[in-house]
């Protein structure tokens, strides 16, 4: 009789949770109808943490700031996050594990670093995933025709370079005062460090300067030998093309020791944040470094943020004061396009109020305009360049901002500063695309 | 500027730089020496030691205190290691032993990290890492002053620990636990303690190791990949000698920064992340001891 009371009310109990769960993932359910997922593939440990926990910890920021406001047309945004240590075969597994999340597939993959893109870069028109490259990666993907999948939205090394070399030019006294200068290419000893040098080898031959290029294998903790020969060449200017704060502070340091002017050594915007100028000290004082994404708090958005998101205890840094700073504003910027893409999407797709497909992301990361007044509507204006992009041009903003650091903060010196001769880059981004399609058999889509 | 001037300038940062080197090499040597085993966990020792140094400065405490309170952490991690570690696999194979350290290595890492934060710091010694005014107006040479601070530091540090393993009971207790463990245990020679004690010492050294080149660096990750830089020093000055460290260290300084200023821009640059590993391969077949290391014999 006991046994027989027991096992009704275990059937009783199993029927209550049974049902609870049932009417609990029901909302789920319908909730899933209307969210859209984001990966973020985030790099929160090792030497490039500083980088990561600023970047991603802004997507994160601002992905919760958009679903406090109602989401995007009623869509929620989903995010699962997976630790890359920015390792491009850790990469690739996380591409693995993030690719579906709750019966939904990425839309988008941002990887914030170049190994890590090239790992991936030849899976996106497959997965239908875009890419988005937000200063980093492969230059000549921004020939839309060769890379429909992928985007450098905020500019890329090739532009960023010349643009340097704009400035030293400028700085000098006009392009022809630079003939006879020397340059010296100071960098990692990877993909990354050389990516820019087709375009400075170019401008170099143009204006006739000297090219020196001396790489640091990494992590770049050790210099010495490096600064030494640029001791002995005594150049001009050096660009210092590093990959995490400890060799990017390091090099400030070695400048300092052979006493070579930090006013004549240019940082590339991976080395242009304040947790590489930090550690250099008084060594750092005066170093330039090129910024697609401005620091400050000063942007609508930013205090918005602040004042929303870590006012109600969902912040994703743990140390708000970097709320501002070159890596958060610059995860910022890139999580704002993505958000801005997928407006365009449902409106494209008539999926206002729905989530949309990797093609029809594309496409509406595709239709990115984002124009002086649009930057001011969402908060953000002067804190990246205004840019738009087509089917052939997937390089956003072509223009960089200088910025210097006066050893406590960073000050922008010059406006958004696009290269003297775009049309050139341009060219040499199409020689490049093309060719690899040559040899990969790819046949560019029509993009006239 | 001489060309000559220039070589004996290269050669001397090289020394320097050595030096440096020699310093993470020295927690491997005591480490070795009395368990012969690699601590492939040194490099992450340095990495916690000095984090935890400038996250007790950032909690507060002034310089003197932060150090003594970071030696004592150092000691009680020492301890933690001897009795997690070490102990539960006294009598397992040296391979054993090696993964057990790659574990305590990442398990550090995350450690340190999760406790103090991913962010960079700034180390601040009150040493300037800018060249010696007098020498570099009367020499022409650019001499940092940190760099010569780091090889005082490290010949002091030897000095110290070759007294201590000569002269103290518990040197002579460390040599004979590395003999024969076995035959050191059974005429009382307290090898837990002897374990404790050494790896207390590694931690130390980590620490001091850490702040030079968190000094330099910044505290950051990266200075877990130290490590990598101290096993070619170790291969050529032997895993078991002190002295041989420093050699060792100084040998590596020199070779690779001469071979990169001037071999260097023939295959592209960046040759001394590997060009030490290649010096380190020929010792091991000229000399698979390294230049002090005792002469390894075994019956076959």
Known sequence: MSMRRTLRDMMAVSAIVCAAIVSAALPERAAAEETQYFPIASSRVGPYSAMGTGYYGAQIDYLNYVNMNGGVNGVMLTWQECETEYNAVKTVECYQRLFEYNGQKMVVFDTLGTPGAYAVINRMAEDEVVLAQYGYGRTDAADGSVWPWVFNAAGHYWDQIAVKMRFMAEQEGGVENMRGKKIVHMHIDSAFGREPLPAMRAIAEEWGVEIVEIAVPPPGLEQQSQWLQVRRERPDWVTFWGAGSGMNSTGMTNAARIGFPRERLIYVTFGAAEEDMYPAGDSATGTYAMANALPGKQFPLVQAIEEQVYGAGEGNLADESRIGSVYWNRGLGAAVMWIEALKNAQEMHDKVGQAVTGAEFRAGYEALNMTPERLEELGIGGMVAPFDLSCAKHNGARAFAMMQWDGEKFVQVTDWLPPLDPDAIRTLIEDSAAKFAAENGITPRDCS | ?300
Do not use: C
């Open chain 2, 1 to 300: 500027m001489t060309e000559i001037l220039f070589f004996f300038e290269v050669v001397l940062a090289g020394m320097l730089a050595g030096t440096m080197y020699s310093l993470v090499a020295l927690g491997f040597v005591l480490i070795y020496k009395a368990s012969a085993t690699f601590n492939f966990a040194q490099g992450a020792m340095v990495f916690f030691a000095v984090l935890s140094f400038v996250g007790f400065m950032e909690l507060g405490l002034p310089f003197a205190l932060a150090f003594v309170v970071t030696v004592f952490l150092m000691i009680a991690v020492g301890y933690a290691t001897e009795r997690l570690v070490l102990e539960p696999l006294m009598s397992q194979s040296e391979d054993t032993m090696l993964m057990a350290t790659i574990g305590l290595a990442f398990v550090l890492q995350g450690l340190a990290q999760a406790v103090w934060g991913v962010e960079v710091r700034r180390l601040d010694l009150g040493i300037g890492d800018f060249p010696i005014p007098w020498v570099a107006e009367n020499l022409g040479l650019f001499v940092s002053a940190l760099d010569v601070a780091a090889g005082v530091v490290a010949a002091v540090l030897i000095v110290i620990l070759a007294l201590l393993f000569r002269f103290t009971k518990m040197g002579l207790g460390l040599r004979a636990v590395a003999d024969d463990p076995g035959a050191a245990a059974s005429i009382g020679i307290p090898l837990k303690t002897i374990m404790l004690m050494v790896w207390s010492a590694a931690g130390i050294v980590a620490l001091v190791a850490g702040m030079l080149w968190g000094a330099r660096a910044g505290v950051q990750f990266a200075l877990v990949d130290l490590a990598l830089k101290a096993l070619p020093v170790l291969i050529i000055g032997g895993f078991s000698s002190i002295p041989g460290a420093i050699v060792g260290g100084l040998i590596i300084g020199v070779v690779e920064k001469t071979l990169e200023v001037y071999v260097g821009p023939f295959f592209g640059g960046g040759i001394e992340g590997w060009a030490p590993y290649v010096l380190a391969i020929f010792f091991l077949l000229w000399r698979p001891e390294g230049l002090f290391g005792e002469k390894i014999i075994r019956r076959v």
